[in-house]
């Protein structure tokens, strides 16, 4: 009896921690929050940074470092939402999202120019020099969005100025 439980409690360890391995969502899951830098991401040549690879390139762990770096941990095949800020499962929710310091402190992650160079880097075979600050403006896509969030925030800031005179007006 005794085998059959330890069995037991081993199996269901390894279950949660597979379970637990897994912290990516995948790039659809920042669509509904992030659409238009979901948007950007899906015509850029990090969302088919597998696809450029040859058949035998497809099978070399040397080109799937950079060009799907989290497909045998997390099971995401291209260089996602996730590969650069970090697995959401515990930032995703809109209640952490909107407060930027808790994002930070579970998961998100601001990637840096060394976070880039980790793949973009000199040994890389056929990549022209990377120029961090031009590549940047290439992949832009939190402006549309910044702008937007913006422009509700000021929208909102002078609908409650508004409200504000009206109430004093009021008394």
Known sequence: MRPLVSRTILATWLLAGAAFGHDFLGAESCEAC????????QLSAHARS???LSAQQQHDARCLMCHSPNEADQ??????CET??????YYSARYVMR??????????VDPTEKSCRACHDASSPSLRPFDFKEKLK????WSAERK??????????GGSAAESTEALVDR
Do not use: Y
């Not at 992030?34 to 950007?40: G, L, S, T």
């Not at 099971?75 to 996602?80: I, K, L, T």
């Open 34 to 41: 992030h659409p238009d830098a979901w948007a950007a991401w």
């Open 50 to 52: 597998r696809e450029v």
């Open 75 to 80: 099971r995401v095949s291209e260089v996602s």
């Open 84 to 89: 650069c800020h970090g697995g959401g499962q």
């Open 99 to 108: 407060d930027k310091e808790l994002a930070r402190l579970t998961g998100l």
């Open 138 to 141: 290439v992949m832009d896509h």
């Open 148 to 157: 937007k969030r913006e422009q509700r925030e000021q929208k909102s800031q």
